[in-house]
C-alpha cells in the first residue's frame, strides 16, 4: 500500500520560514519521483516543485523558484521542502504526490502524479 504523510505546515509571519517533508512508504524513490503541489481556495491545483532521485533532477515552478528548495532523504524515504521568504500567497494546502516527470525533447514538461497524500496546511500572515 503507497501511503505519502506530509508534515511541517503552520502560520508563519511572511518574510519566515516551513520546512514541509512528505514521508512515503509503498513506493521507492528508484522508482518513482516526488512532487510538491498547492492549492488555495477557490484556485486550482498548482505544481510547485518536484525532484527524481533516480535522475538527479529536480524542477521548480517561476512562482517558487530561489526560495523554495526541494531535497531528498532516500535514507528515510523522505523528501522536504524547505520554504524560505514566505508570502501571503503561498498561502494554500500543500500535497506531496509520488508519480513521474515528463519531459518535452526541449526540457521538462509537467509532473504527473500517481499517488497523493492527504495535504498539510500552510498559512502566511502578512
Known amino acids: 500500500e503507497v501511503q505519502l504523510v506530509e508534515s511541517g505546515g503552520g502560520l508563519v509571519q511572511a518574510g519566515g520560514s516551513l520546512r514541509l517533508s512528505c514521508a512515503a512508504s509503498?513506493?521507492?524513490?528508484?522508482?518513482?519521483?516526488i512532487g510538491w503541489f498547492r492549492q488555495a481556495p477557490g484556485k486550482e491545483r498548482e505544481e510547485i516543485s518536484c525532484i527524481s532521485s533516480s535522475e538527479d533532477r529536480t524542477h521548480y515552478a517561476d512562482s517558487v523558484k530561489g526560495r523554495f528548495t526541494i531535497s531528498s532523504d532516500n535514507a528515510k524515504n523522505t523528501v522536504y521542502l524547505q520554504m524560505n521568504n514566505l508570502k501571503p500567497e503561498d498561502t494554500a494546502v500543500y500535497y506531496c504526490?509520488?508519480?513521474?516527470?515528463?519531459?518535452?525533447?526541449?526540457?521538462?514538461?509537467?509532473?504527473?502524479?500517481?499517488?497523493w497524500g492527504q495535504g498539510t496546511q500552510v498559512t502566511v500572515s502578512s
Open positions: 504526490a509520488a508519480g513521474t516527470m515528463e519531459y518535452y525533447w526541449s526540457g521538462y514538461s509537467r509532473y504527473e502524479a500517481a499517488y
Open positions: 509503498g513506493v521507492t524513490f528508484d522508482d518513482f519521483a
